[in-house]
């Protein structure tokens, strides 16, 4: 009897300390969540963006020159797994982008940089329904997609945003150009908030109402714009009747749609 009950105490040990030890080994597998990032390049962007937990950070250790491999029809496309991730530019600069080919996705904030283009360009665009991969229609909601770009520096190229709740503080965008890729910023059924900074459309030409605007917006798009400084061609303007604008404290200003601003 006291045999059989020693082995059966064994037994259960061994049980135990077989489940003990699968438990370690499944913690160890779970390793903890990538809160923070540095890359040296887009292509590294690209992969920390599907790494990096919610509310974490990717931090730009260099300047970066702009592959050419990446153009409109082949964009770079950073897509941003989790909510609240935020991309430091850490005061470095991207350089050269390519129209179009610069593509953000997500619920995101980028910060602290500049992005140059070359010429006539969007160089940032933010949750593009035009991507060549496309996102998902039912998944582009303004509530799903709340984007902050704060402090940033836009030489020769524009910013692009659809179906965000976006807000820009204290950025500086400038644009030369006089297609249809040549507004400063560019609304698609947003809620926007554009504090601070300096909009500046430098084109000789002022062209369609579509062209050469500091603020161009069409979808239905609310966009309240405070304490910005408009330079150039000083245009705010809208297609047809979907754009309700709120201006505070932006100086003069010239539109060709009187009625929706």
């Known amino acids: 009897m006291k045999k059989s009950v020693f082995t059966l105490i064994l037994i259960t040990l061994a049980c135990l300390a077989l489940v003990s030890c699968a438990s370690a080994s499944s913690a160890k597998s779970e390793a903890a969540p990538v809160t923070e990032a540095t890359v040296t390049s887009l292509e590294e962007l690209v992969v920390a963006a599907k790494t990096v937990a919610a509310n974490g950070t990717i931090t730009l250790a260099n300047d970066v020159t702009w592959n050419s491999v990446y153009t409109g029809s082949a964009p770079l496309e950073v897509r941003f797994s989790k909510k609240g991730i935020t991309f430091d530019l850490g005061g470095h600069t991207i350089e050269g982008v390519a129209t179009g080919a610069l593509r953000f996705f997500g619920d995101f904030t980028i910060q602290n940089g500049k992005?140059?283009?070359?010429?006539d360009s969007y160089v940032l665009l933010i949750n593009s329904v035009n991507s060549t991969s496309g996102i998902d229609y039912a998944e582009a909601t303004r509530e799903n997609h709340k984007?902050?770009?704060?402090?940033?520096?836009?030489?020769?190229?524009?910013i692009r945003a659809e179906l965000s709740t976006i807000k820009i503080n204290d950025c500086d965008v400038q644009n030369s150009g006089q297609s249809g890729n040549s507004n400063c910023l560019y609304f698609v059924g947003c809620w926007a908030t554009v504090t601070g900074g300096k909009l500046n459309q430098t084109a000789e030409t002022v062209d369609t109402i579509s062209r050469t605007n500091c603020v161009y917006c069409s979808g239905t798009s609310t966009i309240q714009l405070?304490?910005?400084?408009?330079?150039?061609?000083?245009?705010?303007?809208?297609?047809?009747?979907?754009?309700?604008?709120?201006?505070?404290?932006?100086?003069?200003y010239v539109t060709t749609t009187p009625e929706v601003v």
């Open 115 to 119: 992005i140059t283009g070359l010429g």
């Open 147 to 158: 984007v902050n770009v704060n402090n940033l520096t836009l030489v020769e190229g524009g």
């Open 226 to 252: 405070s304490g910005i400084v408009l330079e150039g061609t000083k245009r705010l303007n809208a297609y047809k009747n979907t754009v309700a604008y709120k201006i505070t404290d932006c100086g003069d």
